[in-house]
């Protein structure tokens, strides 16, 4: 498509329960980018993936949360037994990579409820 | 770590006045890229400006334009001729040339255009 599309756009959910955020980045981008964005706040990064290759999972704020690329294209954010602290707006971006200099391009986000 | 500090939590011009939006940050590295990102209600995050560290001259787009101080550590944003369309959050964001390419955002400026 011509830009990152991100699925669902809203979310509500149980504490207790288990989402998947899905991100499709813009075709041939070899970077991929996940934020959270809590309320009032800038966006905060969760974890990198270069091709299918999850180089930088740093910013995951707990072993709930767990990302993946399998092909290197679509991306999944997973967390597990939500929390209602996981109540933010999940951004994801992408981009050609580093080598090419080129800045992220972000998707509509999804907002995620957690009651 | 990098930080990223936006002062001013709101900022308001009568439309097609001037208005400059501030930002502040910290590192111990010399290459680097700074951006402002606008922030519409869409919460899609779109790319307004970007600046090279390494490049004395401001850059420049359109309407927008930036007065970075590197000395300082100062990056602020100058709107021109401020649209209704302007309106939204603006993000102070910062990317080191070291590592990879996640983005360290400010806690925003929410900009209101009076008409």
């Known amino acids: 498509g011509a830009g990152v599309s991100q699925s669902p756009r809203y979310k509500v959910a149980k504490r207790g329960q288990d989402v998947a955020l899905r991100c499709d980045p813009i075709s041939g981008h070899v970077s991929l980018f996940w934020y959270q964005q809590a309320l009032g706040q800038g966006p905060e990064f969760l974890t990198y993936f270069q091709n299918e290759a999850q180089l930088d999972k740093s910013g995951l704020p707990s072993d709930r949360f767990f990302a993946e690329r399998p092909e290197g294209s679509v991306s999944t954010l997973k967390i597990q037994r939500t929390q209602q602290e996981d109540s933010a707006v999940y951004l994801c971006?992408?981009?050609?990579?580093?080598?090419?200099?080129?800045?992220?391009?972000f998707g509509d986000g999804t907002r995620l409820s957690i009651l | 770590a990098q930080t990223v500090t936006q002062s001013q939590p709101e900022m308001s011009v009568q439309e097609a006045e001037t208005v400059t939006l501030s930002c502040t940050y910290d590192?111990?590295?010399?290459?680097?890229?700074l951006f402002w990102y606008k922030q519409p209600p869409s919460r899609q995050m779109i790319l307004v400006i970007r600046q090279e560290a390494y490049k004395q001259q401001n850059a420049t787009e359109n309407r927008f334009s930036v007065n970075f101080q590197k000395a300082a550590k100062s990056f602020s944003l100058k709107i021109s001729d401020s649209q209704l369309g302007d309106a939204a959050m603006y993000f102070c964001?910062?990317?080191?040339?070291?590592?990879?390419?996640?983005?360290?955002f400010g806690t925003g400026t929410r900009l209101t255009i009076i008409p």
């Open positions: 964001a910062y990317e080191s040339n070291f590592g990879n390419e996640k983005l360290t």
């Open positions: 590192t111990s590295e010399s290459d680097y890229y």
């Open positions: 971006a992408s981009s050609w990579g580093q080598l090419l200099n080129q800045p992220q391009h």
